[in-house]
């Protein structure tokens, strides 16, 4: 088995861009974390999946939703993808959004935006893998805000 330490160090070379997922509970209550383990999966019909922890507090919220969505963060958003990865009561003080067409958080100001149904859960290791139908979506000009050996970084060009 490869040694974790050396597992993250090889995992950090691949920079990948940072969402945040959001959804609403039962109550109508917003919930929302960074996530940069999202990937396009399919064309036809149009998939994504993201990677949630099972220890995540947004996973039992996830679990029990039919609906997300992806906010891909721009260049300018770093400090938002900080507070929906930080333990902070409430992540959606002071961050703009409005009601999707599934009635999930949409986010202001980002660089992309993906309305999903969930259309499959898989369990792997310790998180699990959703899988989502995007079912309305919006993209923006800018610039990404990306992940890099355990920093943000920021495409220049």
Request: hydrophobic content about 45%; charged content about 20%.
């Amino acid at each position: 088995m490869i040694d974790a330490d050396l597992f993250r160090a090889v995992l950090g070379r691949f920079a990948s861009g940072i969402t945040v997922i959001t959804t609403t509970d039962d109550n109508g209550t917003p919930h929302g974390m960074t996530v940069s383990a999202f990937s396009s999966l399919s064309l036809d019909p149009p998939l994504v999946l993201v990677c949630v922890g099972n220890d995540a507090t947004m996973a039992p919220v996830l679990a029990a939703k039919d609906s997300f969505v992806v906010n891909v963060l721009s260049a300018t958003q770093e400090a938002v993808s900080r507070r929906f990865a930080g333990k902070v009561d409430d992540r959606f003080a002071g961050v703009g959004y409005h009601d999707g067409k599934l009635g999930d958080p949409v986010l202001d100001d980002v660089l992309a935006s993906m309305q999903c149904r969930i259309v499959a859960r898989h369990p792997a290791g310790d998180h699990v893998i959703v899988v989502g139908e995007v079912v309305d979506a919006a993209a923006f000009e800018g610039k990404p805000l990306l992940y890099y050996r355990g920093g943000y970084a920021v495409l220049e060009r």
